[in-house]
């Protein structure tokens, strides 16, 4: 979907876009490039997300889609990522969507 930008190097702030991007696509993204599962967050016995971790960077993952910050939560994870994973936010998210 992306090849032609491979190289290049941007950052995705499109907030409408960055809600379309699946929970269960990124949780799969994460787990099939080695990052851990660190810890659940809940509050009041409910599951508000998880982060994960790698090589001591630390992602935080909504649980759902319609979480609040949704986007932003999207955004920041997809700059860590990209800085871990030595690729580009256009090819992680290509990645994540094909997960």
Do not use: C
Not at 38 to 57: A, F, P, T, V
Request: glycine share 4%.
């Amino acid at each position: 979907m992306f090849e032609r930008f491979k190289d290049v190097q941007v950052q995705i702030h499109d907030a409408d876009f960055l809600k379309t991007i699946p929970v269960a696509n990124i949780v799969r993204y994460l787990q099939e490039h080695e990052w851990k599962n660190h810890k659940e967050i809940r509050m009041n016995g409910e599951l508000k997300g998880w982060i994960y971790e790698k090589e001591e960077m630390f992602v935080t993952v909504p649980a759902t889609e319609t979480f609040g910050d949704y986007a932003l939560r999207i955004s920041d994870l997809l700059q860590k990522v990209n800085v871990i994973e030595f690729g580009n936010q256009l090819s992680i998210v290509e990645d994540i969507f094909s997960s």
